[in-house]
């Protein structure tokens, strides 16, 4: 990162910043915090899995479709090992991610395609990808998204829950765009025939004749 290190900090705290943070020390917490969470959340799935069924022998061979370089298959062995051999494997994953500097990575690169080729490298960050990827980066949605949710979050329902709440937000998201306005549909579809009303307009036309004539009869 270029920017926020220990020597901005320090920079900051010499020109009279005592609140000067390293932000690059806050990223990392954050990252840790994360990819333990991940990682115990994915050893519970295991662990439920392997009870629930008979887990078949370990294949030495390479799974069938996949290609990767000897630099790849390498490393995701040592991250196997660190796994298998001590409780810290996320934090073995994360410096092996941090210490790598992949050559292939440019400006305007598929970033949810390289994360998707190298998943078994990094596993655990891999599945935090998946759930931050999928956040716009535009304001827009998440502005209409917060207006959506003052509709349904009003004060007399105040009780709804978390749970409630987001069902009521996904099926109105899925159900928008089909929904069917009947009054323009109607204006578009519904055909009138003048003749059928041709004597009541006879008698609007008689009766607003009548009310000039006594309107200039009352002004002479």
């Known amino acids: 990162m270029a920017w926020g290190g220990p020597d901005e900090q320090a920079k900051e705290i010499t020109a009279g910043n005592r609140n000067a943070k390293n932000w690059h020390y806050k990223a990392l917490?954050?990252?840790?915090?994360?990819?333990?969470?991940?990682?115990?959340?994915?050893?519970?799935?295991?662990?439920?899995?392997?009870?629930?069924?008979?887990?078949?022998?370990?294949?030495?061979?390479?799974?069938t479709g996949t290609l990767e370089l000897d630099y790849d298959r390498h490393r995701r062995m040592l991250i196997e090992q660190a796994r298998c051999g001590s409780n810290m494997g996320w934090a073995a994953?994360?410096?092996?991610y941090l210490n790598d500097l992949p050559e292939n990575v440019v400006k305007d690169m598929d970033i949810v395609l390289?994360?998707?080729?190298?998943?078994?490298?990094?596993?655990?960050?891999?599945?935090?990808?998946?759930?931050?990827?999928?956040?716009?980066?535009?304001?827009?949605?998440?502005?209409?998204?917060?207006?959506?949710?003052?509709?349904?979050?009003?004060?007399?329902?105040?009780?709804?829950?978390?749970?409630?709440?987001?069902?009521?937000?996904?099926?109105?998201?899925?159900?928008?765009?089909?929904?069917?306005?009947?009054?323009?549909?109607?204006?578009?579809?519904?055909?009138?025939?003048?003749?059928?009303?041709?004597e009541l307009y006879q008698f609007d036309e008689e009766m607003a004749q009548l009310d000039r004539d006594e309107v200039e009869v009352v002004t002479t």
């Open 114 to 198: 390289w994360w998707l080729e190298h998943s078994s490298i990094y596993p655990t960050l891999a599945r935090i990808v998946q759930d931050v990827c999928v956040i716009p980066a535009s304001s827009v949605p998440c502005k209409c998204l917060f207006s959506a949710g003052a509709e349904i979050a009003t004060d007399r329902r105040a009780h709804l829950g978390a749970e409630r709440f987001e069902e009521l937000q996904v099926m109105k998201h899925a159900w928008c765009h089909s929904i069917v306005d009947c009054a323009a549909a109607n204006s578009h579809d519904v055909e009138v025939f003048l003749q059928e009303y041709q």
């Open 93 to 96: 994953e994360l410096r092996c």
């Open 29 to 63: 917490k954050v990252v840790e915090a994360a990819m333990e969470e991940y990682w115990t959340e994915a050893a519970a799935s295991q662990a439920r899995s392997k009870g629930a069924r008979t887990v078949a022998p370990a294949s030495s061979a390479e799974p």
